[in-house]
């Protein structure tokens, strides 16, 4: 993937990973689009990052997705990479009753999210010379924590689904590409600093690197072993993981 001369739409990017993106893409000579729900994060983005476009968006509204991509696409015709990065991550008790509103709105947000994004640009990326697609999933579609399990599931669900959507796009001009993040030190799950997590500004900065040369997939090298556990001996390290875990919290969990 071209890491200049690209116009860039990421959602969810007014803090943590997409904000980060976001900036690293508009300092190597990028227009840049951010989407978010909240306008004065927007407003500071813009204030604090001259030349970074925002646009209000709530990314678990369907009619508003269609909406502001079609103004986007007449706005920006030259749009070529998509950036799906909105997400939330409440934690939930798979042994116990559902927070039905609360799962809905997961699913809606980090699973129909991304995918009705896609379908919404998807026309208007195979018409430029050189297009991409980027899904923000985890290391959590490998390796689920349990206190999570609804959104450790969405993420396994959109690594699935890039695999296809890659498959039926290999004959256009849209690349396809999957960030699997490790536990990073954002807001997403209580910024604290904690010496597990990988620090914001590292993860950009490998994330940026590794992007340049990327045909799948994009995985730092903190997060490798979690991303090679998947296969049929899997279970134990699940286990073990979730166990660790709960021997030694999440700050605010």
Excluded at 73 to 81: C, D, G, K, M
Excluded at 171 to 199: C, F, Q, Y
Aim: proline share 6%; aromatic share 6%.
């Amino acid at each position: 993937m071209k890491l200049s001369g690209n116009t860039v739409f990421i959602t969810g990017g007014t803090s943590g990973i997409g904000r980060g993106l976001a900036e690293a893409f508009h300092k190597r000579g990028n227009r840049v689009i951010v989407a978010g729900r909240r306008q004065a994060l927007l407003d500071e983005i813009a204030r604090q990052n001259p030349g970074i476009d925002t646009v209000e968006l709530d990314i678990g509204d369907a009619a508003q997705i269609r909406a502001v991509a079609a103004q986007l696409i007449e706005r920006y015709p030259a749009l070529n990479v998509v950036i799906n990065n909105a997400g939330i991550m409440p934690f939930d008790d798979a042994g116990g009753p559902l927070d039905d509103e609360q799962a809905v709105r997961l699913v809606d947000t980090n699973l129909l999210g991304p995918v009705r994004v896609s379908a919404a640009f998807v026309e208007h990326l195979k018409r430029q010379p050189e297009a991409c697609i980027v899904n923000n999933s985890s290391v959590l579609a490998y390796v689920p924590l349990a206190a999570t399990a609804l959104y450790s599931a969405t993420k396994a669900a959109i690594h699935s689904y890039t695999l296809s959507q890659r498959f039926v796009l290999h004959n256009t001009s849209v690349r396809v590409l999957e960030i699997a993040p490790p536990w990073v030190d954002t807001d997403l799950v209580h910024k604290s600093g904690d010496p597990r997590a990988m620090p914001l500004d590292a993860f950009i900065a490998e994330t940026m690197t590794l992007l340049e040369s990327a045909t799948t997939e994009i995985v730092v090298e903190a997060a490798k072993p979690m991303r090679d556990n998947a296969g049929p001996n899997e279970h134990a390290f699940v286990d073990q993981f979730n166990q660790f875990v709960a021997d030694n919290p999440i700050p605010g969990a």
